[in-house]
């Protein structure tokens, strides 16, 4: 009798906590379909030094903000964890994890910042066009001269641990190209006229054990005839989006790159943005409501969100499983295949934006702050 008491009494314990335990991821789940009226600032505003060049990129850390004079990584609290001066006029940034670099176009200075925080000043041989960095501080290095291309890669300490080169006679114009996470892998974009018709011709490259059997590590060719492919980013590690004339082309790159999906549209693509996960465009509607369409797609080309919008946001960010939008006066967020977090006004204008922590609390910056915010209240 003793015995089963105990066990009604250890029942009714574990009833009691699976009860608190559904409560609470109830309210959770209930929490995070809401559609909030505003936000609130948690925590102390950091401002910074007023500049009309500020430039803000994602990092591990919180936010990477460059500028012509120098550049840091600002944490969530606003507290800079990494410093660096320099004088650039064009200054060009990237990041990847805890990793950064800055590169002054049509110069030859070119900064490191390691996951560590050590960073590396570089004088490069030739102009800067664009800089790459890998999360450990691998950084390549798109550079001209005159009818030349030069692409090397860096270690974080300064060493060249690849040089390549090309020339507009026999490659044609560059366009673009993206360094993988890792950076073991790099893809390219060249423009060329063959018999007075453009065509497009992307190179993959692979600079570890499986490229080595390859000449010049080139493990991978698609030339496009009669259309401009723009722009090519390593969307995560193995993945490489190429956006052009006719929509985007997605391809595994593991090893060897190869297609695997190809997301078109029947209107105009006024813009696109990329996570790790997804592809996102925005593009014109020629039918009735809104004039543009905002359209979410998995790597795998499956269409995971479509909804109207009135008029065009100057940025689209996707960060886990929110939509951020936004622009110098409005900043509308919303659940990717469900409800509208926020729609509001903005009283200062915002640069980038970041989900954290939570179903509710968002980093906004702007030129010249730093504020940790927090949705709230119902919208009726």
Known sequence: MEKYKWHII?????LAVLII???VYISRRNRDRRTYENFDVVGKTTEFAETSEAHYLPSAKGVFRYTRDGAEIVD??????VAVSYN?????????GNSAAVGEVGGKSLVIIDPNGNSTPITTAYQIVKVQVASQGVTAVWMNNGDEDFIRLYQADGKVIVDMNTLVSTSGFPIDFSLSNDGTKLVTAFASFKEDHLQTQLSFYNFGDVGGNYYDGLVAVEIFADEMIADVEFVNNNTVAAYGDKGVRIYDMEEIADLR?????????????YSDSCVALVVENNG???NFLARIYDLEGKLLDERGIAELYTDFLIDGNDAIMFNDSEVYIYRIGGKDKIRVNLTKGLSYAAALNGTNEYLFVGDTYLEKVRLVGDKK
């Open 21 to 23: 335990v559904l409560s």
């Open 261 to 273: 999906h190809e997301i078109t549209s029947d209107t105009p693509i006024t813009m696109v943005s």
């Open 76 to 81: 969530q609290k606003g507290k800079t964890v």
């Open 10 to 14: 250890g029942g009714a314990a574990a």
């Open 88 to 96: 650039m006029n064009r200054p060009y940034g990237d990041t990847c």
């Open 288 to 290: 009735e409501g809104a």
